[in-house]
């Protein structure tokens, strides 16, 4: 595994023993990205990989011997420079101007991976096992500092990026897109994999060619969702599990992203993964920050089978953490289709009873147990035993399902809360929404504003409360509903575009905590069924409930399509 640098070419060469990943610097200071596949074994310049063409009618720069950036193949391509394709970062200055000519400034080689902060990301165990690369590019007349980070694993065929943009200028800076990663393909010949569908089918793989245009994948739920999941694979035409050349891309992040495939009529090809751009604006400030979420990009060369085992093998071991990351999974008894909302004290240890003497290691008391929840339409919020089912609370429950030698589970569903709750009526300024209209309702309920840091430390302390005074071991952890009308009243006007990616953050934030408080604790996500299903959760939740479908036959479809990336 090494990270070479070339100054006489200014080249990069990122390769392990699978792979290599190039790109060079421009005259003009740009990135130019030479090539991504299986590994190379020359180490000189291989510029002449690196078609320069004059076409009419292309935007050039005469200063650099007619260049063309809309034409050339780069690793992070800014709108206002020349280049008119689906660009990876978009910024706009005090003018209103969107012109940027991000070039590079310089560089930097280090053994292992840093974190990215406030974002989950893969980790290594030791700094023998990967390498990074952080590029520093620069628009002094903007003020603005990308480091692009790239990571390369000893083992594996897998390339990481993401971004960090600096304000270093005196100036504020609205950002109006930044992805985590731009690749640029030289030729259209491929298929694209998604996984997509809805409540109770998801993950159904779609195969399509490529055309002319834009294609891929998004979200705008406010989460990964059911609908669409943040992996795009693109394969060979004639590529099968085992034979052929794949590309796999997939981001961990939670929110609104965009996974974007676009086929210029010249025949190449951009694909972009990142935040979502819509309905997305941050400000940066002068010395402030913005972080990117992290890009997992996987080849093969041996088919999709191959690829597939790069990413379980990656998010399992390198992603997931914790106690529960190796441990085989405690099998489980969930209440919910057995009593549904009827759960109390004694038929809970009547399951229980049956639960141990069928082998069973785990009995998790799903929905209904808390506030005076008998139906969906109230006490979501309510954080406490149920005083008719549990009055004596919760603690005789998990002590006698832990005297059988069982593990305790409860089910909660911490971001959303009930109009007809005791947390409602205290606090109905804590809802995500704008208060002078009606708010949607999704399952009679509304949104938490997890940007506010009252808001998670309520639901931290709460939760708290439960888990460590009744000794539970396991959280079913769900969101059942998608967010709408995203304002939150606790911001300004100008900081409204970052309310769905500081959700995202609250809800790390959320987990992180609660993890720090009880390290043993094993957290399942499960949102509806398969949405919020993406590499970052796996940070916090190495168990994941993929859908609500348990059909034996349709469940089948759902495993297969979930297992190309998980």
């Known amino acids: 595994m090494t990270i070479a640098f070339l100054e006489s070419s200014l080249q990069f060469h990122l390769r392990n023993n699978a792979i ?6 421009l005259e003009g200071g740009e990135l130019n990205h030479l090539y991504f596949g299986s590994r190379l074994r020359d180490d000189g310049p291989l510029t002449d990989l690196q078609e320069i063409l004059f076409r009419d009618m292309l935007s050039v720069s005469d200063d650099r011997g007619m260049l063309s950036l809309e034409q050339i193949r780069q690793e992070y391509p800014v709108t206002g420079s020349g280049d008119l394709r689906p660009c990876a970062l978009t910024v706009c200055d005090e003018r209103g101007s969107h012109v940027a000519r991000l070039t590079y400034a310089g560089h ?6 840093p974190p990215l902060q406030g974002l989950p990301s893969t980790y290594v165990g030791d700094t023998g096992e990967a390498q990074t690369l952080e590029i520093i590019l620069r628009d002094d007349k903007l003020g603005l500092q990308a480091a692009l980070q790239y990571t390369i694993f000893e083992d594996l065929p897998v390339i990481t990026r993401s971004v960090r943009l600096d304000n270093v200028g005196p100036h504020h800076l609205a950002v109006d897109s930044a992805y985590s990663a731009s690749l640029d393909l030289p030729d259209a010949d491929w298929d694209m994999i998604t996984l997509s569908n809805a409540w109770s089918r998801e993950s159904e793989a779609e195969r399509v060619p490529l055309r002319t245009g834009g294609q891929g994948v998004s979200s705008l739920d406010g989460r990964s969702s059911k609908h669409a999941g943040p992996f795009v694979m693109l394969t060979r035409p004639g590529a099968d599990e085992t034979h052929g050349e794949a590309i796999g891309v997939s981001l961990a ?3 609104n992203f965009d996974i974007g495939v676009n086929v210029s009529s010249l025949g190449g090809v951009r694909l972009r993964a990142g935040i979502n751009p ?16 992290e890009a997992l990009i996987v080849h093969s060369d041996q088919g999709l089978g191959a690829l597939s085992r790069t990413f379980h093998t990656l998010l399992r071991t390198r ?8 441990r085989r999974r405690p099998v489980a008894l969930n209440t919910y289709e057995a009593l549904y909302m009827n759960v109390d004290e004694r038929n809970v240890m009547e399951l229980a009873d049956q639960a141990a003497d069928l082998g069973m290691e785990l009995v998790v008391v799903d929905d209904g147990w808390f506030g005076q929840r008998d139906w969906d339409d109230a006490s979501i919020g309510d954080w406490a035993a149920h005083p008719v089912k549990f009055p004596r609370g919760l603690k005789p429950v998990a002590d006698h399902v832990h005297g059988l030698g069982l593990k305790f589970g409860l089910w909660f569903e911490p971001e959303m809360v009930n109009a007809d ?9 804590w809802v995500l929404g704008d208060a002078t209209y009606e708010l949607s309702i999704g399952r009679h309920q509304y949104v938490l504003d997890l940007t506010r840091p009252e808001v998670r430390d309520h639901i931290v302390e709460a939760l708290s409360a439960v888990i460590g005074g009744n000794d539970v071991d396991y959280v079913k952890w769900n969101m059942n509903r998608s967010l709408s009308e995203v304002f939150s009243a606790a911001w ?5 575009g970052e309310i769905y990616h500081r959700y995202v953050l609250g809800y790390y934030d959320l987990m992180s905590r609660l993890l720090e408080r009880f390290p043993e604790l094993l957290i399942e996500a499960g949102s509806g069924g398969g949405a919020r299903l993406d590499p970052a959760v796996l940070a916090f939740s190495p ?3 993929i859908s609500e479908d348990t059909d034996a036959m349709e469940r089948v479809k759902i495993q297969y399509g979930t297992s190309y990336a998980y």
């Open 20 to 25: 290599s990943y190039v790109f060079r610097v």
């Open 108 to 113: 930097t080689i280090i053994n292992g991976k």
């Open 253 to 255: 992040y939670s929110g």
């Open 278 to 293: 819509e309905l997305f604006r941050w400000r940066l400030e002068p010395g402030e920050s913005f972080q990117t979420p």
């Open 319 to 326: 992603m997931a953490r914790g106690p529960w990351r190796d």
């Open 421 to 429: 709750s005791d947390l409602y009526r205290a606090h109905p300024d």
């Open 492 to 496: 300004p006007a100008e900081a409204q």
């Open 543 to 545: 168990q994941h409930w």
